[in-house]
């Protein structure tokens, strides 16, 4: 796939893990950022570049059911996607 990156997250509404599905494999890292609704990160963690990623946010953090904005960098882009978290 050579046209523009896109990224598809997979797995919203989440209870453990999102999954971060790229059109191709983005240059460098990857890095993945939830935040509450009030704007205070939540989790933050760097991946190596690969076309499928999974974020696991809620590994020990125990994240409260709800609504979280998920940032993904990747390429020199900001992606952003709104994700619920489910029991």
């Given at each position: 796939y050579s046209g523009p990156q896109?990224?598809?997250v997979?797995?919203?509404p989440f209870r453990n893990e999102i999954k971060l599905h790229f059109a191709r494999v983005p240059e460098g890292k990857v890095k993945a950022a939830l935040f509450n609704t009030s704007g205070a990160r939540v989790f933050s963690e760097e991946y190596a570049g690969s076309d499928v990623i999974s974020v696991m946010p809620?590994?020990?953090n125990k994240l409260s059911v709800g609504t979280y904005i998920l940032?993904?960098?990747a390429d020199r882009k900001v992606y952003t996607q709104k994700v619920i978290k489910r029991k």
């Open positions: 896109k990224l598809t997979v797995g919203n809620d590994n020990g940032k993904v960098y």
